[in-house]
């Protein structure tokens, strides 16, 4: 699995130690930024991510700031995206199955690094179902023209 992953300043700490712990179970990552947890504005590093899923060059995609929801407003407005706020492994799992998120967004001052793992781990493990959720899918994907 090839994964992209982002964060802010507020998510630089939880993103880096999110980053050692897939390439410690064999996910091949790449870093998008920040690189440091000087102030920057997320919009920036949502986009690039996005961007990288969006091409297909990355399977999945992870997104951190303070609370995640900024990274999943602007990770949405991309075509083809379908990000999820998860802040706990049943929605992350749900998300993958049922909305086939193919980016995660994480709120680094809502949960701890060890619940951060869980929920990751449950979102790469997890596969989108299809079946009635297929056409439901189907109409998001419709939204993308307007």
Known sequence: MHLA??????GFLLKSELA??????????EDFGVYTAESADYPDFASRVA???????YELGILICGTGIGMAIVANKHRGIR???????YSARL?????????LTLGARV????????IVSVFINSSFVGDRHERRVKKIEALDQY
């Open 5 to 10: 992953i982002g964060s802010d300043h507020a």
């Open 20 to 29: 050692d712990y897939l390439q410690s179970i064999s996910i091949n990552v």
């Open 51 to 57: 961007k990288a899923v969006q091409s297909a060059e």
């Open 83 to 89: 990000a999820a706020l998860c802040a706990d492994s």
């Open 95 to 103: 998300a993958r199955e049922h909305n086939n998120a193919n980016i």
């Open 111 to 118: 949960i701890g690094s060890g619940l951060a793992e869980e």
